[in-house]
């Protein structure tokens, strides 16, 4: 499988995969809202913008989990437009931790440790403490971020 940098543009299967949803659904998706806007290429392929990308999430966060209507998220983009419907439904624009990031949990806490107290002498027993504190910090701040992005 070829994997794009995150700012290069995506074809319309390669977003239907990413979202989880049939093709067919991001072309009606495009008649029904018209904030959709991919760049066409000869032979009227569609490539998808990041921006693009995230507003698709948004919609489709709006949809299958807000629960709203067509008619009610078209109206939500009439009234607030795409940057209010973007900055407050997007469902994990960001995403959330990956596998990768709590398998090397460890590495990013010395990261983390090493930016906060590079220079400075720490004892063992203060450091293996200090470490532990800042692992236990990095958690409790990954939760909360997820608890926010659920809301």
């Known amino acids: 499988m070829n994997i794009k940098k995150d700012g290069a ?3 319309i299967s390669e977003v239907a995969t990413e979202l989880n949803i ?6 009606f998706w495009e ?8 760049m066409t290429r000869g032979g009227g ?22 629960m709203y209507t067509i008619s ?4 939500l ?9 973007i900055n407050k439904y997007a469902d994990d624009i960001e995403e959330s931790v990956s596998e990768d990031s709590k398998n ?5 806490v010395n990261s983390y440790r090493r930016d906060l107290f590079d220079g400075q ?3 063992d027993k203060n450091s293996k403490d200090l470490n532990q504190f800042i692992s236990n910090s990095i958690l409790e701040l990954e939760a909360l971020r997820n608890i926010l992005r659920a809301q």
Do not use: C
């Open 22 to 27: 049939q093709q067919h659904v991001l072309r």
């Open 104 to 108: 090397n949990h460890d590495i990013t």
């Open 45 to 66: 392929r569609r490539y998808y913008r990041p921006e693009d990308i995230v507003l698709l999430k948004s919609i489709q966060n709006l949809l299958y989990s807000e």
């Open 121 to 123: 002498d720490l004892t």
């Open 72 to 75: 009610g998220v078209q109206r």
């Open 77 to 85: 983009l009439k009234d607030n437009g795409k940057a209010y419907v």
């Open 31 to 38: 008649k029904k809202f018209s904030a959709i806007k991919p």
């Open 9 to 11: 543009f995506k074809t």
